[in-house]
Structures are given as C-alpha cells and as structure tokens.
C-alpha cells in the first residue's frame, strides 16, 4: 500500500486504470439505461415509475459505499499516516454527497406517483438525509481549515466517529416510522426481484461503480497535481 | 497513583463548574435560552392546549438539545485561547481525561439546570401529568450523550474562528438517535405503554458515546495544540 504513496506511482496506476473504467462505465451506462427504460417491462403495480428505481437504487448502494471509502481512507490516514489517504476521503467525499443527493431526489419523484407524496418521513429516506448532512460535516470540515495536513486529520476523526454512528442512526430512525420496502435484493435466500428487472439494476449498479471509479481517480489526480502546484509556487515565493 | 489523578480530575472538574456559573459563563445563558426558546414555540403553534400537549415533549427536547449544543462551542475554545489548554495537556490525566472532566463539568453545571427546570417547561407546554417523570428520566439518561458528542465537536472545530455554526453542521446530525429515543420514552408513557425499551436504548447511547467522546475529543484536541 505504501508503495503507492509516492504520487508518480499512484498517477501511474491511475493511468492504467482509467482507460478501462471509463470504458467499462459508457458500456454499462449504454446497456443499463436502454434496459431500464425501453427493454425491461412496466411493473403490474408501479407501471411506468418502477424504470425511477434503476437510477435510484444504485445511487443508494453507491451512497453508502462511498462513505464507507471515506471512512476506509480516514482510518489508513489516522492509523499509518498515509499521505494520500486523506487525500482519498477528500476526494470521495464530494461523489458520495452527489450520490445521497440523486438517490434522495429520485426517491422523491417515485414517492409522489406512489406514496402520494414528494417527502414522508420514513426510516429510511431520514437516514439517508442525516448520511447526507454527515458529508457536508465532512466537505465543511475541510473547508474550515486552512492548514491542510490539520484539516484533513480533523475530518479523518469526525469520518470514524460518523461511522459508528451510522448504524445507530439507522436504527433509531428505522424504529422511529417505517414506509418503505423491506430489502429486496440484497438479502438472504436470494433476491425476489424477477430478473427481466434485476439484470438492468445490476448494469446499472457497475455503470455507477465504474462512474465512481473514474471520478475519483480524477480527482485524485487533480488533488496531487494542486498540492504540486502549491509546493511550487511556495519554492518561488520563498526558495 | 489513584489518589493524585482523582485530585487532578476533580480540580479540572470544580475549575470548569466555577467558570460556568462566573460571570459571562454559560450556565446562566443556556438557562435563559432554554426558557425563551420554549416559550417562543408556543407564540409559534398558537395557544391551543391540545396542540402544545401534542408536541410538548419533542419541544422540550429539541430546545435542551440546541441549549446543550449553544453552551458546548466554547468548551475547549477559551483554554485553546489563552494557552491553558496546553499546560492542562501535560497533567497526569492525558488529554482523555480532561476532556472527560470538563464534559462532566458542562453536564453537572450546564445541562442538569435544564434538568431542573423542565417541569415548570412542561407546565407552560400542557405536558401530560404522566410524562413528567419519563420526561426528567429521559433528560437524565440521554443528555450525557449530548454533552459526550457535542465534546467532539467542539474539540474539532477548536481552532476554528467562528467555529460555532461549523459545530453544529458537525454534531447535529449525530444528535438524531437521542432526540427519537429520548422523545419516543416520553410519547410512551403519554400513551400508557412501557418507556423502558425507548429508556433502555437512550442509556446504550449515552454510553458509546461515553467510550467514544473523551478520546474522539482528545484525538481533536492533540492536533489542534500541534
């Protein structure tokens, strides 16, 4: 892991990556959206807005798995002292906020031909709100401070203490009002979502993943190439 | 060994109890706002006892909540200021346990007045006769958690100018189990069912973030004094 800690070899690894992924996230994307909104059928209930779920879901999944990057990426900073790691939180955590927002905001267009309402109170749109508002914790904690080396371990601490956290909210808020569906594809004994519709949801999911993928590895790149330029422009200041 | 760390402890402990109840202290101010902003929720909703009824015990709540939140930004602040945080750093405690003393110290001197006055609240509110004592139960039970988590915040936004608001983006979001249990006990009890499950979580809360406040805060507080 170490090893990439040296910003060359990382861009190097990068570089290699981003070919595929960007390849592997228009494919996806391409397959996934013609399945999702032409090729699956309407559902006998939802009819049409059932096609929502295949922006919404993934965007859900990714909303929970970037924090858990970011969490992931504070941990390695706190513990090894990892100089790109905060670097990493920094990064992801601007995609995971987007993420949280899509998925909210979908959820929101499906609720209002379905529940009758643009917002409800329920378990799990609350706690996907509260994750929301613990990224802007983040993104603003790095704002904040203008020593970066401080400011990124203060947001590397306020990431882990939100993780565990997490499920607690989860939990008080699913305790709290309950309205939407129980998991239906994640979950044991295998998913019980037909597979006309769970092939476009999982194109779907890797066409986000990729995306996540690509995204964050440029702005990790551009997060080194800034701090360059800085430790550049200082050299002239004051070499 | 014990004996000169407890003295530590409770020094660190009476220093901080006096400076909130000195003048320009927090303790007289978070009083005063937790009466106010009660009382401007009822200019709010309207007169109507069934309404205030109706919403007493989330108001009650949500008002110590942010009294508890307003008196903690400067907890550290004013050490972090004039320096004494940094001769505190060096005592035998470790960072860990000043934080715990002075979070004991905003609880003791801080929120349990909220405590306190919570009945008279709950009069002006209309609170059901049977949510009196859940009420001051819950309040009991889950406001330490406030004071743990609010610790942590605090101590990240340390060195921050104006860090107040940057406070409160970072620690309400974490308020949130709290306020549902702490609320949901005394909605039971309204309700004639058992508020112990909704007091049982409440008390679980309120220690993990015992095991995590002091040294979430200290590990705050080290990279501020770096």
């Given at each position: 892991?170490?090893r990439?800690?040296?910003?060359?070899?990382?861009?190097?690894?990068?570089?290699?990556?981003?070919?595929?992924?960007?390849?592997?996230?228009?494919?996806?994307?391409?397959?996934?959206?013609?399945?999702?909104?032409?090729?699956?059928?309407?559902?006998?209930?939802?009819?049409?807005?059932?096609?929502?779920?295949?922006?919404?879901?993934?965007?859900?999944?990714?909303?929970?798995?970037?924090?858990?990057?970011?969490?992931?990426?504070?941990?390695?900073?706190?513990?090894?002292?990892?100089?790109l790691?905060?670097?990493?939180?920094?990064?992801?955590?601007?995609?995971?906020?987007?993420?949280?927002?899509?998925?909210?905001?979908?959820?929101?267009?499906?609720?209002?031909?379905?529940?009758?309402?643009?917002?409800?109170?329920?378990?799990?749109?609350?706690?996907?709100?509260?994750?929301?508002?613990?990224?802007l914790?983040?993104?603003?904690?790095?704002?904040?401070?203008d020593?970066?080396?401080?400011?990124g371990?203060a947001?590397?601490?306020l990431?882990?203490?939100?993780?565990?956290?997490?499920?607690?909210?989860?939990?008080?808020?699913?305790?709290?009002?309950?309205?939407?569906?129980?998991?239906?594809?994640?979950?044991?004994?295998?998913?019980?979502?037909?597979?006309?519709?769970?092939?476009?949801?999982?194109?779907?999911?890797?066409?986000?993943?990729?995306?996540?993928?690509?995204?964050?590895?440029?702005?990790?790149?551009?997060?080194?190439?800034?701090?360059?330029?800085?430790?550049?422009?200082?050299?002239?200041?004051?070499? | 060994?014990?004996?000169?760390?407890?003295?530590?402890?409770?020094?660190?402990?009476?220093?901080?109890?006096?400076?909130?109840?000195?003048?320009?202290?927090?303790?007289?101010?978070?009083?005063?706002?937790?009466?106010?902003?009660?009382?401007?929720?009822?200019?709010?909703?309207?007169?109507?006892?069934?309404?205030?009824?109706?919403?007493?015990?989330?108001?009650?709540?949500?008002?110590?909540?942010?009294?508890?939140l307003?008196?903690?930004?400067?907890?550290?602040?004013?050490?972090?200021?004039?320096?004494s945080?940094?001769?505190?750093?060096?005592?035998?405690?470790?960072?860990?346990?000043?934080?715990?003393?002075?979070?004991?110290?905003?609880?003791?001197?801080?929120?349990?007045?909220?405590?306190?006055?919570?009945?008279?609240?709950?009069?002006?509110?209309?609170?059901?006769?049977?949510?009196?004592?859940?009420l001051?139960?819950?309040?009991?039970?889950?406001?330490?958690?406030?004071?743990?988590?609010g610790?942590?915040?605090?101590?990240?936004?340390?060195?921050?100018?104006?860090?107040?608001?940057?406070?409160?983006?970072?620690?309400?979001p974490?308020?949130?189990?709290?306020?549902?249990?702490?609320?949901?006990?005394?909605?039971?009890?309204?309700?004639?069912?058992?508020?112990?499950?909704?007091?049982?979580?409440?008390?679980?809360?309120?220690?993990?973030?015992?095991?995590?406040?002091?040294?979430?805060?200290?590990?705050?507080?080290?990279?501020?004094?770096?």
């Open positions: 892991m170490h990439f800690a040296n910003p060359a070899e990382f861009n190097r690894l990068a570089d290699r990556i981003l070919p595929w992924s960007l390849a592997i996230m228009a494919g996806a994307f391409a397959a996934g959206l013609y399945l999702a909104l032409f090729a699956s059928p309407p559902d006998y209930q939802q009819g049409d807005s059932v096609r929502i779920m295949y922006v919404h879901v993934p965007a859900a999944w990714m909303a929970m798995f970037t924090y858990m990057v970011m969490a992931g990426a504070s941990f390695t900073a706190l513990v090894w002292r990892h100089p790691a905060d670097l990493a939180g920094k990064a992801a955590a601007p995609i995971g906020a987007t993420f949280t927002a899509l998925a909210l905001v979908t959820g929101s267009l499906w609720g209002k031909p379905m529940w009758g309402t643009y917002w409800e109170w329920d378990g799990r749109m609350t706690s996907v709100l509260v994750l929301f508002f613990l990224y914790g983040y993104m603003a904690v790095w704002q904040s401070m020593d970066e080396a401080k400011a371990r947001a590397s601490i990431a882990l203490v939100g993780v565990a956290n997490i499920p607690i909210i989860k939990f008080s808020v699913d305790w709290w009002n309950t309205l939407h569906q129980p998991a239906s594809v994640m979950r044991m004994g295998g998913p019980t979502i037909d597979g006309t519709m769970l092939w476009p949801l999982l194109i779907m999911a890797l066409a986000y993943k990729a995306y996540f993928v690509t995204v964050f590895l440029w702005r990790m790149k551009l997060e080194i190439n800034r701090r360059k330029l800085s430790v550049l422009s200082q050299a002239e200041v004051y070499g | 060994m014990a004996a000169p760390l407890r003295s530590v402890f409770m020094a660190v402990l009476a220093r901080d109890m006096r400076l909130a109840w000195s003048q320009g202290g927090t303790g007289t101010m978070a009083l005063s706002f937790f009466l106010i902003a009660v009382t401007l929720f009822a200019f709010g909703v309207g007169p109507e006892p069934q309404v205030l009824s109706r919403i007493a015990a989330g108001v009650i709540w949500v008002v110590a909540l942010l009294a508890c307003l008196s903690l930004d400067r907890l550290y602040q004013a050490d972090f200021e004039d320096g945080l940094d001769d505190l750093a060096l005592s035998p405690l470790g960072l860990a346990g000043v934080a715990g003393a002075k979070i004991l110290a905003h609880w003791l001197a801080t929120v349990l007045p909220l405590i306190l006055i919570t009945p008279l609240l709950g009069l002006f509110m209309h609170l059901g006769a049977d949510g009196y004592l859940v001051i139960a819950s309040l009991m039970i889950g406001t330490p958690a406030l004071s743990l988590i610790s942590i915040g605090a101590a990240l936004t340390v060195s921050v100018r104006r860090g107040g608001v940057l406070m409160a983006l970072l620690v309400l974490l308020y949130v189990p709290t306020l549902i249990f702490g609320v949901g006990a005394v909605d039971a009890a309204l309700n004639m069912v058992t508020p112990m499950e909704n007091l049982a979580l409440l008390g679980a809360v309120s220690l993990v973030a015992l095991v995590i406040g002091p040294i979430a805060s200290a590990a705050a507080l080290r990279l501020a004094l770096e």
